[in-house]
């Protein structure tokens, strides 16, 4: 309601009417000095809420701006986390090293390891300096196949020495040690294409000049040089156990088991000395592709019981042809495979220590 109240002079100031709100059960409280963005008596704000206000203010985005002792503190764990993960940077670098080291030596004597191709007696299928993969797991999942591009270990049948064996897991690893830095004796290497399996009768040539084994003759069309025999050489033999019968695709050229069936084994190399199967060609990039298995050795008829075979006839080495021995080569490969396996798991064990530690910084 509205009262009317007189000014300390009646008579000189006018009459000024203000409104009073009567009190009540429902009656808000009156607002007090400093409360609710009030003034406090005398018009003076007081001096923390004058510094918050001007904070807002210089704010862009009417937010607070950080203070001197904000940036300080906010500059100091960001500088300090920096130099933390820098340390840990160099301290991990020779774990990721070793990790690798390690991965490169595993891959190279158990899993694959690359050899470049001197020659041309395996010539159009290895052409000289192709660089190719050898598989050293494949003969450990199932047994060696006619057509099989083969890497193998020469001394014993031959070349002069002792037949390899391979030996346990520890002996195996310290050799591909050894060979990855340029130690060891790595031995004569040669590759050839595995046409008899053991007991196998392998003969050449039948009516038309082809080779048979089995009885079965073989289309070499696909793989054999263009424009060269099966063979120039005639041989009939049955593979002794534990052996095989190889040769090259280039077999004007090609120094193969047709060459050293006066040595022992009768030209056949024993199975023991296979490192590997090629599967597949490398370098150079125009050269890429796969190694199957030739369509003529899935006859069916290949797998029938062996024919009897007379004594096999010595022969000279032709002159001009070439054993195709391999150089294995250099350790760029796998190491380049130890480091692209090396580094996801040293992030994953990185990860996995330093969970337990964020995990406490949250609570």
């Excluded at 002792?69 to 940077?89: E, L, N, Q, T, Y």
């Excluded at 003969?203 to 099966?230: F, H, M, W």
Aim: hydrophobic letters at 40%; one cysteine or more; charged letters at 20%.
């Amino acid at each position: 309601m509205w009262v009317c109240v007189s000014g300390p002079d009646e008579s000189t100031g006018p009459e000024t009417r203000r409104p009073v709100h009567a009190a009540g059960p429902d009656a808000a409280p009156a607002a007090q000095p400093g409360q609710d963005g009030q003034r406090p008596e005398g018009g003076q704000q007081r001096e923390g809420d004058a510094d918050a206000a001007a904070a807002v203010a210089a704010a862009p985005d009417g937010q607070p701006a950080a203070g001197p002792a904000a940036a300080g503190s906010g500059a100091r764990p960001a500088a300090a986390a920096r130099k933390r993960r820098k340390r840990s940077f160099w301290r991990e670098l020779p774990i990721l090293v070793a990790v690798a080291l390690l991965l490169a030596v595993v891959i190279k004597t158990y899993a694959v390891q690359a050899f470049w191709i001197p020659s041309g007696s395996m010539e159009n299928t290895l052409e000289v300096n192709d660089r190719v993969l050898v598989n050293k797991i494949v003969y450990h999942i199932r047994g060696i196949h006619r057509g099989d591009i083969v890497v193998f270990n020469g001394e014993g049948s031959w070349d002069p020495g002792q037949v390899p064996t391979p030996g346990n897991v520890f002996q195996q690893f310290a050799d591909g040690f050894a060979s990855m830095f340029g130690f060891g004796k790595p031995g004569t290497i040669y590759v050839k294409r595995v046409i008899g399996l053991p007991g196998d009768h392998v003969a050449c040539c039948d009516a038309q000049g082809r080779v048979t084994v089995n009885g079965v003759p073989l289309n070499e069309r696909s793989y054999l040089y263009p424009g060269a025999a099966p063979s120039q050489l005639r041989f009939n033999i049955t593979v002794p156990p534990g052996r095989l019968w190889v040769m090259g695709d280039n077999r004007s050229i090609s120094d193969d088991s047709r060459d050293h069936m006066g040595d022992p084994g009768g030209g056949t190399i024993p199975v023991t000395a296979v490192i590997g199967r090629v599967f597949l060609i490398i370098w150079p990039p125009s050269r890429w592709r796969i190694m199957p298995i030739p369509a003529t050795f899935e006859q069916p008829k290949l797998n029938g019981t062996a024919a009897a075979a007379g004594p096999p006839p010595g022969a000279a080495v032709a002159a001009g042809q070439l054993p195709a021995r391999l150089q294995p080569a250099g350790p760029a490969l796998p190491l380049e495979l130890g480091f692209a396996a090396a580094v996801p798991l040293t992030w994953l064990q990185r990860r996995i220590r330093l969970r337990p530690r964020r995990s406490r910084r949250r609570l």
